[in-house]
């Protein structure tokens, strides 16, 4: 049995421990809250870009452009998307989990992988990859000119064919317990269907007409690398808000775990000093036996 010694320092230790834990759940809570926001109040433009992009899609069938060119996938380019920090869970193990599952899919294919989060550099760095573009330190408030950096080194590979695809991994937000793993393909660029269009009674689409000024080739060539532009920024506000969440859940786990092993420990340190003292009464009472 460890001596009183020892299990006062471990008891020390641990509420030192906990205590960091409660603080950095805490820091955690109030990042987690701001970035969500954050997602929430991007996810509607998104939406909007998106329905836009496939009207006017819908009536440029034969525009071509670089970033709508289908290629056989020889040359394949993964964005990672994980936290510079640990302390996490399961957040950035699951991103890369489900990035190497993709990366294992596509055997037969030459893979360039661009990281963005310190994390998933070290690990595809460890494991040898071939990494041609890493984004470390892009800190709490996501910048839009870091987001068009990013989008204008893939849509320049892509454009030049340096890539015949390109998919965006990233973990999704769902609530504050639920962080999912996604993939999402950013070129060859599909534009969505149009959203909402009404029915007619054999079930086809009805066509609807619109003016677009000056064309819509041009809306639609403006419209595709901000799509791009937004699906990155979109990816980095999902994951940003889903690392605060896990940290959060995770600093909790740490504190309530660290509570019940004070409690153990401190149930051990009494009955180590019980025995201590029903030793010391046995020796004293023994003690004077023997001098009668």
Do not use: W
Not at 43 to 53: E, Q
Not at 176 to 192: C, D, F, N, S, T
Not at 197 to 206: H, S
């Amino acid at each position: 049995m460890a001596s009183l010694r020892d299990l006062r320092r471990r008891i020390k230790s641990i509420k030192s421990t906990q205590q960091i834990t409660k603080a950095m759940k805490a820091v955690s809570a109030a990042k987690m809250r701001k970035a969500q926001d954050a997602v929430l109040f991007a996810r509607p433009y998104a939406k909007r870009l998106r329905g836009v992009l496939g009207r006017v899609g819908s009536v440029c069938s034969d525009f071509k452009h670089p970033l709508l060119a289908v290629r056989e996938p020889k040359k394949i380019a993964y964005v990672i998307i994980t936290a510079d920090r640990g302390l996490c869970g399961g957040f950035n193990s699951n991103v890369i989990r489900r990035a190497v599952q993709e990366i294992k899919k596509e055997a037969a294919a030459e893979v360039g992988l661009i990281t963005i989060g310190r994390k998933s550099r070290d690990f595809f760095l460890r494991h040898k990859y071939d990494i041609v573009k890493q984004y470390v330190g892009l800190g709490e408030d996501i910048k839009y000119g870091t987001v068009k950096d990013i989008a204008s080194f893939i849509i320049e590979n892509y454009s030049s064919e340096e890539y015949d695809a390109v998919y965006l991994i990233y973990s999704q937000f769902v609530n504050v317990l639920i962080q999912k793993p996604v993939v999402v393909k950013l070129l060859p660029a599909e534009p969505p269907e149009e959203e909402g269009e009404a029915k007619k009674e054999d079930g086809e689409a009805k066509r609807i007409n619109y003016i677009f000024e000056p064309s819509a080739d041009a809306v639609l060539a403006e419209l595709l690398p901000k799509y791009i532009e937004n699906a990155v920024f979109q990816g980095l506000l999902e994951s940003k808000a889903g690392e605060h969440s896990a940290r959060m859940t995770a600093m909790e786990n740490a504190t309530r775990n660290a509570g019940e092993i004070i409690d153990k420990l401190t149930l051990s340190l009494n009955r180590a000093r019980q025995a201590q003292i029903t030793r010391e009464i046995s020796e004293i009472v023994g003690g004077a036996a023997a001098l009668e």
